[in-house]
Structures are given as structure tokens and as C-alpha cells.
């Protein structure tokens, strides 16, 4: 298994290789190495599995279009910045109407309603809280505890410093304790 020096090492090489002759060995490589944490970072976002796929894949063909203008130095950065717009653009244009969401839980047995419901509850008081807190917290948070990124890679993919990404886990981990602990008492009361 690779550390994550050595992984950061191969990235640039590889993106280096693509960008210099268009190797395509390189670009599986570098595919290989950054796909499952690409398509993890935009289901975290998006919810949906099968968007999240097609939006990495097509950030994937963008790359390799661009090739030639994109810095293989910071080439996992400039690859999850590209999932993120992505992602939030997507979310911008889509509108779901009341309709879509009644035939989607009508789908669901009562069993699995229930419990659908009880987790959309606990998820929707978990993004209240974080609507609550600035957007680079919110992503900073989505990065380490729902892609389990290191704190580095978190640094280095949103370019801040790594006491900058430890503080917002800890803003957010605090707000959330606080918040939810209140949001038990009130449904036991």
C-alpha cells in the first residue's frame, strides 16, 4: 500500500506524463488512483450515485481535453475543485417538484418509509446545522468525515492550511454535538 507521499508523487508524475506526451498508460494510472475518491466527494454532494458517476466521468473527459493547459503540479486539487463546481452547479439548476418526491416515496413499503424517514430527519437536522455554519466549513467537514480525506488532502485540494482544515472539523464537530443533544431533550420532552 502507498503512503500518501508517495501516492501525491505518482499523481504528479503521471499528470505530468499526460500533459507532456498524452500518455494514456499515465491517465489510467492517474484514473485508477483519484476515480473512487472523485465519484465519493460528488455522492456526498449530489445524494445520487448514478449522477455522481456521470459527473466525474465527464470531469474526467474535460481533463483529458484540456491536458495540455492544465498544471500537473496541483492536478488532484484542480480535479476535486472540478467536482465541487460541478456538483453545486448541478444542484443549482435542479429543481425537484412536489409531485417527483410523493412518486419516489411511493415506491417505498411502510417498513421503509419509516426508516427512510427517521434518516432524512437525522440528515436534514445534520444539514440544518451545517446551513447554519460558512460553506468552506460545511466542505471541509464533507471532506473528512463523509470522503475520509486526510486533513493534507484537504488542505491541499481546497488550498487552505492544514490548522485551518483542523479547526473547521472542530467548529462543526462542536456545533453538531451541541445542536443535536438539544434536538433529543426537545423530542423526549
Given amino acids: 500500500m502507498m ?39 460528488a455522492a456526498s454532494i449530489l445524494q445520487y450515485n448514478a449522477l455522481a458517476q456521470d459527473l466525474v466521468q465527464e470531469i474526467w473527459l474535460d481533463y483529458w481535453n484540456r491536458r495540455k493547459h492544465v498544471d500537473p503540479t496541483n492536478i488532484k486539487a484542480y480535479l476535486f475543485k472540478a467536482v465541487r463546481f460541478r456538483c453545486y452547479r448541478h444542484l443549482r439548476d435542479t429543481k425537484f417538484n412536489k409531485l417527483q418526491l410523493q412518486a419516489a416515496m411511493s415506491l417505498l413499503s411502510k417498513n421503509e418509509i419509516e426508516e427512510e424517514e427517521s434518516a432524512v430527519e437525522l440528515m436534514n437536522q445534520v444539514n440544518a446545522i451545517l446551513a447554519t455554519l460558512p460553506s468552506r466549513c460545511q466542505e471541509v467537514f464533507r471532506l473528512s468525515r463523509i470522503n475520509d480525506f486526510s486533513n493534507t488532502d484537504i488542505a491541499q485540494i481546497l488550498s487552505i492550511s492544514q490548522r485551518t482544515v483542523e479547526n473547521q472539523i472542530s467548529t462543526v464537530l462542536r456545533k453538531l454535538r451541541k445542536e443535536l443533544s438539544v434536538a433529543r431533550m426537545h423530542t423526549f420532552l
Avoid: K, T
Avoid at 503512503?3 to 501525491?8: H, R, V
Avoid at 500518455?23 to 472523485?38: K, R, Y
Fill in 3 to 41: 503512503d500518501s507521499d508517495n501516492i501525491s508523487v505518482s499523481v504528479r508524475q503521471y499528470a505530468e506524463s499526460v500533459q507532456n506526451s498524452g500518455d494514456q498508460m499515465a491517465f489510467n494510472a492517474l484514473f485508477d488512483l483519484l476515480w473512487e475518491p472523485m465519484y465519493g466527494y
